[in-house]
T-cell receptor, first 114, second 114 residues
């Protein structure tokens, strides 16, 4: 019974295309996140939503647009894909906005732009 | 802003060797500290955490102590196994109001040889 699930796991697409990655959590958490992991394994926060409200929006090109239809789902839409967007994208969730709260991660979506 | 610095890898050890992965942080106030592990092809899993100074987190033989005086949270294990081969991430969650996304270190790859 997967806690945080992302689809697809792999995504290969051409430059200029638009693509979406979906994320769902069944933990009843209030907060969800998107992280980007580059080729050197460095992880950086992109967005965070709390109860469908955007609370963190890091310096990310506006080609990236998160959407949260309800607190169990946080999707990531990417317009006009570029080669530099190739990375692994991780969705995560946590219970609340407190510092000691553990984040649960999905398996990741490996995006390759060709 | 908050930051986490980890020792660079890869760290290569023989089975049953002692492991230390250094982690230091910069943050205001009293952050919570975490170690996450990423096995090949998988998402991140919480390994252990500590939420206040002098706390010791432990799990699966791994330990780390929250040292505020040295702003450190070094990961240790007395006897590593081949199955411990993975990438280890140190992370913090700030204590201020508002954002609660994790700030990660760059990750340290551990390779354990039989």
């Amino acid at each position: 019974d997967t806690a945080v699930s992302q689809t697809p796991k792999y995504l290969v697409t051409q430059m200029g295309n638009d693509k979406s990655i979906k994320c769902e959590q069944n933990l009843g958490h209030d907060t969800m996140y998107w992280y980007k992991q580059d080729s050197k394994k460095f992880l950086k926060i992109m967005f965070s939503y709390n109860n469908k409200e955007l609370i963190i929006n890091e310096t990310v090109p506006n080609r990236f647009s998160p959407k949260s239809p309800d607190k169990a789902h946080l999707n990531l839409h990417i317009n006009s894909l570029e080669l530099g967007d190739s990375a692994v994208y991780f969705c995560a969730s946590s219970q609340a906005l407190t510092g000691g709260t553990e984040a649960f991660f999905g398996q990741g979506t490996r995006l390759t732009v060709v | 802003g908050d930051s986490v610095t980890q020792m660079e890898g890869p760290v290569t050890l023989s089975e049953e060797a002692f492991l230390t992965i250094n982690c230091t942080y910069t943050a205001t106030g009293y952050p919570s500290l975490f170690w996450y592990v990423q096995y090949p092809g998988e998402g991140l899993q919480l390994l252990l955490k500590a939420t206040k100074a002098d706390d010791k987190g432990s799990n699966k033989g791994f330990e780390a102590t929250y040292r505020k005086e040295t702003t450190s949270f070094h990961l240790e294990k007395g006897s590593v196994q081949v199955s411990d081969s993975a990438v280890y991430f140190c992370a913090l969650s700030g204590s201020g109001a508002g954002r609660r996304a994790l700030t990660f270190g760059s990750g340290t790859r551990l390779q354990v040889q039989p």
